[in-house]
């Protein structure tokens, strides 16, 4: 039943995801830390009303966040993406394993718990959607990295985190390495809109 967490100024670099377990947190306080990311199993607080993370050293925000539909203040002031964002990022090859995961989940090859075994069957369900609508995609383990800017209250651009199935999937978003023109140009209005509506106070200076 906890409803106000304050854990600013504790020199923390990282969040235990475990405080997505407190359902009737309204109030998180997370700044003056040494914060580098945040775990999207945050996405599952859906009482937060206020995010505060001002003075860390983030640099992107997980895309997930934009499931916190009670958010009304997100403090990021003080952090580097503000200013900078990750620009190097990479790509591991998908074993054979992935591949055949793959397969099995883009093509619907029907399978029962029966024919597999345990492991297997866990591992087919922990595939994810690529969110680019044009590819259908899944993957499991190997995905790509990628920067989305989101406008939020129609005037602040933050970068957010989303991953792709591969390097070749075309991708409605743009590539980090862009300039911030193209960024707007392709960024998704829907993701865009929403986030505005539910997002009353961004505070980034």
Known sequence: SLEFLYLGGNFITSIPPELANLPSLSYLVLCDNKI??????????HSLRSLSLHNNLLTYLPREILNLVHLEELSLRGNPLVVRFVRDLTYNPPSLQELAGRTIKARNVPY?????????????????NCPNPKCGGVYF???VR???????????RLPLMHYLCSPECS????SA????TSQS???SEDEASVAARRMQKVLLG
């Open 171 to 174: 991708s409605p978003c743009s």
């Open 36 to 45: 580098q990311s945040i775990p999207p199993q945050l996405a599952q607080l």
């Open 112 to 128: 029962a718990r029966s024919d597999l075994p345990e492991n297997l069957v866990r591992y087919l369900s922990l595939a994810s």
């Open 177 to 180: 390495s862009q300039s911030s």
């Open 141 to 143: 383990d190997s995905c």
């Open 146 to 156: 990628q920067i989305k800017f989101v406008d939020f209250c129609g005037k602040y």
């Open 185 to 187: 140009e392709s960024d």
